[in-house]
C-alpha cells in the first residue's frame, strides 16, 4: 500500500504509543485526585503541557489540551468572540476548515455576530490588503488557517496577525495542517491562538490543543469542573496529552530535514502527474504551500472514480477533506478560488507523509495516470 492520504491523518508513532502506555495501565489516576496515582498523572499532564509549549515558545499555563483540531477552533472561534467585549464583528477566509466556517456561522445565527470573509486568490492566498478592506473597527476576531487542508496553501499570517492588531482585533490560526511541516513559533507568527490536531503528528486520533495567550479571555464551549485552569472542563486524558507532545516533539525535532526532503518529493509528484495526464491543472498556489500536498483537478474525469480505480493499484489518496468525505456538494475550498463546481468534483489530493519514498511517488503517477486514461474512457461523450 502506498498511502498519500496523510492530511487525513498519519500513522501513529510507535514512541507516542509507549509514551501513552503507562497511563492506560497502571498510572491510570485521575489528575485532579489528590493521592500518589492522581500525583503521578498530574506530573505526567504538566510535562507534557511543558513539551508542546517548548514548541510553539508559549508558557505552559497557555496550553489547552482538546479532544483535536475542531474542539480547538471551536474554542478559539466562540471562546475568544464571546468573551471579548470589543465587538460583534468576526472575519474569516472562505478557505478555511469546516470546524471554523461552522463556529462562525453558530456566531451569527445564535448570537447576532456579523462575519466576513475576507477574499483569496485563484492560488487560495489571502493577501494583507484585502483583510484591510474587510476588518472594521468594531471586529474582534480574524480566523485565517496557516495552511490549507486541502489545496496546502501556506498564509503570511504575520502579516495578517499585525493588520488585526493594529485594528484592536485578536488573531487565531488553524495550524492543524501546519505542524511537523512549518515553524509554529506564536511570537513568529504574531497570533493571540493556534490550534493543533495529534493525529496530523503522529499521535492518537482525538488529542490536540489549542494555545491561548493567558492574557486573552476566553469563554468556554465545555462547563463543569473547570479543568484547564477554567478553559475546557472535563477529566483530562493525560494518556492522549502524552502521546500528542511526545508526538509533536518528535515531529518538530525532525521538522526541517522532512520538510526538505517531502518537498523534493512532492515537486517530483507534481512534475511526474503533470506530463504523463493531459489536462491535469494543480490547485493551490505554486510557491506557498505544504511540502508534500499536492492537489489536481482532472478534466473529464470524476474525482471519486479516480480514487477508486487507483486503490486497485495500492495507492491511497483522497478527493479533499476527509470531513467532507460522502458530501454530493463540490469543496468549497476549490468554488472558493474560482473553480467551476463540476471541475471542482474532479480533484484528487495527494498528501506525503515522512514515511513517502520516491518509488512512492514513481508507482502513484503511474497510477494516477493510469486511472484518469480509464475513467475517461468510461465518461468520455
Known amino acids: 500500500m502506498i498511502f498519500l492520504d496523510h492530511a487525513a491523518t498519519t500513522p501513529v508513532r510507535r514512541e507516542a504509543l509507549e509514551a501513552m502506555w503507562p497511563f492506560l495501565t497502571g498510572a491510570f489516576g485521575n489528575p485532579s485526585s489528590r493521592h500518589g496515582l492522581g500525583d503521578e498523572a498530574s506530573r505526567a499532564l504538566a510535562a507534557a503541557r511543558a513539551d508542546v509549549a517548548a514548541v510553539v515558545g508559549c508558557r505552559p499555563g497557555d496550553v489547552v489540551f482538546t479532544s483535536g483540531g475542531t474542539e480547538a477552533d471551536n474554542l478559539a472561534v466562540k471562546g475568544i468572540a464571546l468573551a471579548n467585549p470589543r ?86 490560526s488553524d495550524a492543524v495542517q501546519a505542524a511537523g511541516w512549518l515553524p509554529l513559533s506564536l511570537d513568529a ?89 493531459p489536462g491535469a491543472v494543480l490547485t493551490g498556489d505554486p510557491v506557498r504551500r505544504l511540502p508534500g500536498t499536492v492537489s489536481f483537478v482532472f478534466p473529464g474525469t470524476s474525482g471519486e472514480a479516480v480514487l477508486l480505480e487507483v486503490e486497485r493499484d495500492g495507492v491511497i489518496c483522497s478527493s479533499g477533506s476527509a470531513c467532507a468525505a460522502g458530501s454530493d456538494e463540490p469543496s468549497h475550498v476549490l468554488t472558493a478560488i474560482g473553480v467551476p463546481a463540476g471541475l471542482a468534483q474532479t480533484a484528487v489530493r495527494f498528501t506525503l507523509g515522512t514515511e513517502t519514498t520516491q518509488d512512492d511517488v514513481a508507482e502513484a503517477a503511474t497510477a494516477v495516470a493510469r486511472a484518469v486514461s480509464a475513467v475517461r474512457a468510461i465518461v468520455k461523450p
Not at 154 to 169: F, N
Not at 207 to 233: F, K, N
Not at 252 to 263: I, N, Q
Open 87 to 172: 465587538g460583534r464583528h468576526v472575519v474569516v477566509s472562505p478557505i478555511e476548515h469546516e470546524a471554523v466556517l461552522e463556529a462562525a456561522a453558530y456566531l451569527a445565527r445564535v448570537h447576532g455576530f456579523t462575519v466576513d470573509e475576507v477574499d483569496v486568490d485563484a492560488g487560495g492566498l489571502v493577501h494583507p490588503e484585502a483583510l484591510v478592506r474587510v476588518i472594521r473597527p468594531d471586529t474582534t476576531l480574524v480566523s485565517v488557517q496557516l495552511a490549507n487542508n486541502e489545496i496546502g496553501t501556506v498564509q503570511p499570517v504575520a502579516e495578517l496577525a499585525a493588520i488585526a492588531h493594529a485594528s484592536g482585533a485578536l488573531m487565531h
Open 189 to 277: 507568527l504574531g497570533v493571540d491562538a493556534l490550534s493543533l490536531a495529534g493525529h496530523k503528528v503522529g499521535a492518537p486520533k482525538g488529542t490536540g490543543a489549542l494555545i491561548v495567550r493567558g492574557r486573552i479571555p476566553l469563554e468556554p464551549v465545555l462547563h463543569g469542573g473547570g479543568q484547564e485552569r477554567g478553559r475546557r472542563s472535563g477529566t483530562e486524558n493525560v494518556a492522549g496529552a502524552v502521546a500528542f507532545a511526545t508526538a509533536l516533539r518528535l515531529a518538530e525535532a525532525e521538522r526541517a530535514d522532512a520538510a526538505a526532503r517531502v518537498a523534493a518529493l512532492g515537486a517530483e509528484l507534481v512534475a511526474r502527474i503533470s506530463s504523463a495526464v
